[in-house]
């Protein structure tokens, strides 16, 4: 009895030492990341596996012998024929057989940012996400093969939009739609120049050949954004509306692209531009939604690290800019105008809200990781919110994600023991090759989209679009805005699980 009352009392002396510890300052320097003490309701690292995982069941062209997701198959094994240029792999952005550049790019971006900030901590996954990362670049380095053009999709949307077919039978037209100097397209030019120089850093050390082409490319692909100025929504409205209309402008892009470019070249000439252009590209404007269509939010946060971290005197707005981002999302301040689910999940629209879930989860623990490193904080109008206090946010959307909701609901596919059956993805619906050999042809396809039954093809990792404002999911296989599934909803995800898990002792 008194020995297991001394040990009581030592083990509460230790655990107040141990919160002491966590109230102290910390540098980031090193991979020892602030430490939550208490005890993790999620298996964020299983989460993690998943979550990376997904991005095989993505995969477009011939795939690879180690290929773990093993209901896919080949396809698109001719794409670019009708340019005659060689377009083969990539990945389809969500639930159809079309290559969209524009996500595409964004996607390798944040899963870049992902593994830049996070990827110390991923252990065994860190070679699984530069996989990941490196099955997109190698497709956009094919689609920037000739100067002053990007080929920008595969695939006639509309056409493969009126079929419910597996990628592998794929028989609509595998059209073939580009930028160039006379029909410009800023926004997925930039998009592509910061994904490949995002992805030139995450290979710099492993594989330091393959780096120097990435950010040779993005130079040269950048340059030709700014150059030829003008929305791809324009030029190629026919074909990109309304999947990928741009609606922000292409002004982010080339202020995101020059902050990526900045980062992974260190030439003084994007710091210049930045400096130059920032506020003609809409640095102070106010926007609160990040995704891959708006960079804004994404762009301060990057640039605020210059100031915080490495003491760019000339980029001291960017914290200021940064902060106001931050405040908009503190419920109760003076400053919120972000609205949330009476479950609690961050709400910007109802189409694949998701998306901003993941992508403001991750920018919250990403800015509380430079805050930190600087020793200091938020200033929401001269109210002070802490690293801590971000990290909390950030954690508690990741948890409703993970299934803490009203529903109980896990929204990533494979993750915990309730989710979503009937996603919106024609691969997962459909049988597999393995158990139905012959071709499913383009219009049979629906009998199966419009039944009741559960998907037969696990996507595991897969994250849909999530529930409505008032915390509600049907999972039904037709409701594409709340039951699809996309690469750019996944990819911030990756670096946020990786904090977490390693927070919490799992890594």
């Keep these: 009895m008194t020995f297991s009352l001394s040990l009581t009392v030592l083990l509460s002396l230790l655990s107040v030492l141990l919160l002491h510890v966590n109230a102290l300052p910390l540098h980031y320097n090193h991979p020892i990341h602030h430490r939550h003490p208490r005890f993790a309701t999620h298996n964020y690292r299983d989460a993690l596996t998943k979550s990376i995982l997904f991005f095989e069941g993505q995969r477009s062209g011939k795939l690879p012998p180690n290929q773990r997701m093993s209901w896919r198959r080949d396809s698109g094994l001719s794409d670019g024929a009708a340019m ?48 990941a990362i490196r099955w997109a670049t190698d497709y956009l380095l094919k689609a920037t093969a000739h100067p002053n053009t990007i080929y920008v999709q595969v695939g006639d949307a509309k056409k493969d939009h009126a079929c419910w077919e597996r990628p592998e039978d794929m028989d609509t037209p595998r059209s073939v739609f580009k930028i160039d100097a006379n029909t410009p397209g800023s926004e997925v030019a930039a998009e592509t120049a910061a994904a490949l120089a995002a992805a030139s850093l ?61 980062k992974a ?115 929401c109008g001269g109210i002070a919110v802490t690293p801590k206090r971000l990290r909390t946010i950030a954690k508690k959307q990741v948890d409703y994600l993970l299934g803490d909701n009203p529903l109980k609901m896990s929204y990533m596919v494979g993750y915990g023991p309730r989710y979503p059956r009937r996603i919106h993805h024609r691969g997962s619906s459909l049988p597999s090759i393995a158990v139905h050999p012959g071709k499913i042809q383009c ?60 927070s919490f002792g799992q890594l």
């Design 84 to 131: 005659r240029v060689d377009l083969v792999g990539g990945y389809y952005d969500a639930g159809d057989n079309v290559k969209f550049g524009f996500p595409m790019a964004f996607t390798t971006t944040m899963l870049s940012w992902s593994v830049i900030e996070f990827g110390g901590l991923m252990k065994g996954e860190l070679q699984n996400a530069r996989v």
């Design 202 to 262: 995450v290979f710099r050390r492993t594989d330091p050949t393959y780096s120097k082409t990435l950010v040779r490319r993005a130079i040269r692909v950048f340059q030709f954004a700014d150059k030829y100025r003008g929305s791809y929504s324009n030029a190629l409205k026919p074909f990109v509306c309304p999947f990928y209309c741009s609606y922000s402008g292409y002004q982010d892009e080339l202020l995101w692209g020059a902050a990526w470019l900045h």
């Design 265 to 379: 070249t260190k030439n003084p000439m994007y710091l210049n531009y930045i400096k130059v252009n920032g506020q003609i590209l809409g640095a102070a404007e106010f926007d609160n939604t990040f995704g891959w269509d708006n960079k804004h939010a994404g762009a301060r946060i990057l640039l605020s690290k210059e100031f915080l971290v490495h003491r760019v005197q000339s980029l001291h707005d960017y914290k200021g800019h940064a902060d106001n981002f931050v405040c908009s999302l503190i419920p109760g301040t003076s400053f919120s105008s972000t609205q949330y689910t009476p479950g609690g999940l961050l709400f910007k629209m109802s189409d694949s809200n998701m998306q901003y879930v993941t992508s403001t989860s991750f920018l919250l623990l990403t800015y509380a990781k430079y805050l930190t490193s600087a020793h200091t904080v938020v200033n």
């Design 443 to 502: 219009s049979a396809g629906f009998s199966v989209m419009n039944s009741q039954s559960p998907n037969p093809n696990i996507l595991v990792g897969a994250i849909v679009g999530g529930p409505d404002q008032h915390d509600r999911f049907p999972d039904e296989r037709s409701d594409y805005e709340q039951s699809e599934p996309a690469t750019y909803i996944n990819s911030p995800l990756v670096g946020a699980l990786a904090y977490l898990a390693h």
